[in-house]
């Protein structure tokens, strides 16, 4: 635990390594304004900075890197009608993913325990991800409403056959294994090493490269369970919508598939259908920024148009009954055209300036 009055972020740096640490363990290092801004300058600070040549992102406390964005906050923007304001947000949030990925040091991710939203944000456009045993990936938005965004659908994109389509549209957690195997992480280093390894980059006492040193505390994980699923996963995920996307996982013999399709059912039809053409327009899409423009204008979309957002939040880390009621509550009640309109969306502040 930390101190109240203690910075919500951490940054140090020594020995050539710069070191930021997201420093709100209660809270599993979620994310607000002032720690996107807080990582901004420390990254404005390092970039020309010729004592520090890697710069290296852990949280504090045992229970991840980062549980994701400020959703309470978002939710409190969208119900008091200044759902612009969460442009700010965005925009910040964005622009610190974009700058993670261009980074011209090598940018090293411990993404240990919990790692989801905006902690894929910070963690899966590193140049060197690790992962743990107590990892947890996820892309988890459509559980509140909600659509993959911080550069989530380029990854998710970019997974092997129709895993993007399962993670995005189930928000699935992912172990090591199946992070790797996903293209969400490059290494698997124990929890225990991860001492070792940090001193390792700090010290360097051979000129070896930041992935070499780490090469030398990666370990082989167990196999990927999403790599074993791929045969119903690819057949159920590669349908042309979501409709069908249930009456395959309903065909399918697997009591996975089963579960799967009981649990699209209890998720936003707006969410799931929105997620769907994201992650499949990303496809298509030439770089992160494509993406991240992309995300932009559909997360202003719901924010601004969308009711499912709002109560998402509300019935799942507010009031917690989880008993959300999605507007509209069935995918045959959505119109047609709503994933196209959607992603023709175009915010009033444009995200880049």
Known sequence: ??????????????????????NRPRAINALDLAMIDRLHAALDAWEHDTEVDIVLLDGAGE??????????GLAEQV?????????????????????IAEYPKTFVAFADGITMGGGIGVAGHAAVRIVTERSQLAMPETRIGFTPDVGGTWLLARAPGRLGEYLGLTGAA?????????????????????????????????????????????????????????????????????PEILDRLRAR??????????????????????????VRRSRE??????????????????????????EGI???????????????ATLADLPPDLAEAALAFRPETPLWD
């Not at 229970?63 to 309470?72: E, F, K, Q, S």
């Not at 304001?85 to 949030?93: G, L, P, S, V, Y």
């Not at 649990?263 to 994201?278: F, I, N």
């Open 1 to 22: 635990m930390t101190d109240d009055s203690e910075p919500t972020v951490l940054a140090r740096a020594r020995g050539g390594l710069g070191r930021l640490t997201l």
């Open 253 to 278: 013999p697997e009591a996975k598939a089963s579960a799967t399709a009981d649990l699209l059912e209890e998720l936003s039809p707006t969410g799931l259908a929105v997620t769907l053409a994201s």
């Open 314 to 328: 509300r019935a799942q880390l507010i009031d917690k009954d989880r008993s959300p009621k999605w507007q509209p």
């Open 285 to 310: 899409l030439a770089s992160l920024r494509d993406a991240l423009e992309q995300e932009y204008g559909l997360v202003m979309w719901f924010a601004t148009t969308q009711a499912d957002l709002a």
């Open 174 to 242: 992912m172990d090591a294994s199946d992070a790797l195997y996903a293209g969400f992480a490059d290494h698997f280093v124990p929890a225990e090493n991860l001492d070792g390894l940090r001193e390792a980059l700090e010290t360097r006492a051979d000129p070896a490269s930041p992935t070499e040193l780490v090469l030398l505390f990666d370990e082989t994980p167990a196999s990927s369970k999403l790599e074993r699923a791929r045969s119903w996963i690819d057949d159920a995920f590669a349908a042309d919508t979501v």
């Open 63 to 72: 229970r991840g890197l980062c549980a994701g964005g400020d959703v309470r």
């Open 79 to 99: 119900a008091s009608g200044h759902a612009q304001d969460a442009a700010a947000f965005f925009r910040h949030e964005y622009a610190l993913n974009a700058r």
